[in-house]
């Protein structure tokens, strides 16, 4: 990963600086609890500090601290420029060869996902930092067969989500409790 992308961290933010309405901002409770591979609507926000990184768009993050080593070996792509990166996130600026969903899909998933969580390092929290990913080797495709990789599996993430919504509208029956008296 050294020698195709460049590495730097997100900056201090925590839940309790959230707000109704302000500067989006990515956390990286996030990557947990609303998982995309691809972040492109951000709906928490913050009163922007000095100081503060922005994404430009296509970085990868990557939580620096999580629960277990699984559940830390996993990244995201910031689709949009000037959402603030919070702290304990790991952000991968990846070079023009990189497709950034690619790299994301990477590292959530196969052997780099098994080598990424090997080296995390803690028990009850445990840590990746970006010396961990920036050795990290992960096999790269041609950029033409990364999109076909990134469009494929975009179509699954819709497909998914189309049943889920379809399978939420279906009313299940509701059956009325009935009486019987036993004479």
Not at 47 to 64: F, M, R, T
Not at 97 to 116: C, D, K, P, V, Y
Not at 156 to 171: F, G, M, N, V, W
Request: aromatic share 8%; glycine share 8%.
């Amino acid at each position: 990963m050294n020698d195709v992308a460049k590495f730097s961290k997100g900056n201090g933010y925590s839940k309790g600086d959230l707000i109704e309405a302000g500067t989006p901002i990515i956390l990286y409770g996030r990557l947990y609890t609303k998982y995309e591979t691809t972040i492109s609507d951000v709906d928490t926000f913050v009163v922007a500090k000095d100081g503060s990184v922005y994404s430009k768009g296509g970085e990868v993050i990557v939580p620096a601290s999580g629960e277990t080593a699984e559940d830390i070996a996993r990244a995201a792509t910031v689709d949009k420029p000037g959402i603030l990166l919070g702290g304990d996130l790991n952000v991968v600026m990846p070079n023009e060869e990189i497709n950034s969903a690619f790299l994301a899909i990477s590292i959530s998933n196969g052997s780099s996902q098994r080598e990424l969580a090997k080296k995390a390092q803690g028990k009850s929290v445990v840590h990746i930092h970006n010396e961990e990913i920036r050795n990290l080797v992960v096999p790269f495709p041609t950029k033409a067969e990364q999109n076909k990789i990134v469009d494929y599996f975009a179509n699954l993430d819709s497909l998914i989500t189309l049943h889920q919504t379809k399978a939420k509208s279906i009313k299940k029956p509701h059956f009325k409790e009935q009486n019987y008296a036993w004479i």
